[in-house]
């Protein structure tokens, strides 16, 4: 398949921590994107970089793309309970295929 | 904002019956997609639609699935002869892809969650 495991499973921190998050791949990609999901709901776009891009900010969120290992990061900073939420990873294969494969998700618990 | 939107949130279906998803994507949107969650697990590609035909199907989407674009504005999954393991969240989602960015941000519904028995 094209896409791998992302880790953790499950993170749990308290709130004004940082969250790390770790998405692995296995395919050439085009892009890499982030979504959220809150229990029940649809998946929300979060931020996309670039395959010839290394790093992107977008407000708290930070994200790195590392081709070479297939692997990318998205870190949450200063956390509040509210980032409470599932976080998957997507990767994008175009142009050969028009089509987001997500990843499995890390399921991050913010404590107040 | 535009948003897509999904109809019903919620289906009991008895197993062996037929159940119709509908969803409206984004008006300018030019992919659409059908997305699975089965409960806890990873979100599965099941189709994408363009220019009103298939343009891609997983290995899920077998026989059994069927997607339509019957007007201008909707977009249908249809579940043929339901069985217990099609019990999932149906996500629809859809896009504007181009050269450069590619596949680009999916804008995803609320989804419909279908309960077989």
């Known amino acids: 398949s094209q896409q791998g495991e992302e880790d953790p499973q499950a993170l749990s921190i308290q709130e004004g921590e940082n969250a790390t998050m770790n998405c692995s791949y296995k395919t050439s990609i085009n892009n890499l994107q982030w979504y959220r999901q809150n229990s029940g709901r649809g998946l929300v776009h979060l931020i996309l970089i670039r395959s010839n891009e290394r790093e992107k900010h977008s407000g708290r969120l930070r994200v790195t793309l590392d081709t070479s290992k297939k692997s990318s990061s998205l870190l949450i900073t200063a956390s509040r309970a509210a980032d409470t939420a599932s976080y998957f990873c997507a990767t994008d294969a175009s142009p050969s295929s028009y089509k987001l494969i997500f990843g499995s998700g890390t399921r991050l618990l913010v404590r107040p | 904002e535009p948003e897509v939107t999904q109809t019903p949130s919620h289906q009991v279906t008895q197993m062996g019956q037929e159940v119709i998803l509908r969803c409206v994507p984004i008006s300018n949107h030019l992919y659409f997609y059908w997305y699975r969650q089965i409960l806890g697990q990873k979100v599965e590609f099941l189709v994408s639609f363009y220019n009103n035909e298939i343009s891609e199907k997983s290995e899920i989407f077998d026989d059994q699935f069927s997607v339509e674009r019957p007007d201008g504005s909707n977009f249908t999954l249809k579940i043929r002869s339901t069985k217990l393991e099609d019990s999932a969240m149906y996500f629809c989602?859809?896009?504007?892809?181009?050269?450069?960015?590619?596949?680009?941000?999916?804008?995803f519904g609320e989804g419909s969650r279908l309960t077989v028995l």
């Open positions: 989602a859809s896009s504007d892809p181009d050269r450069e960015i590619g596949t680009g941000e999916l804008f």
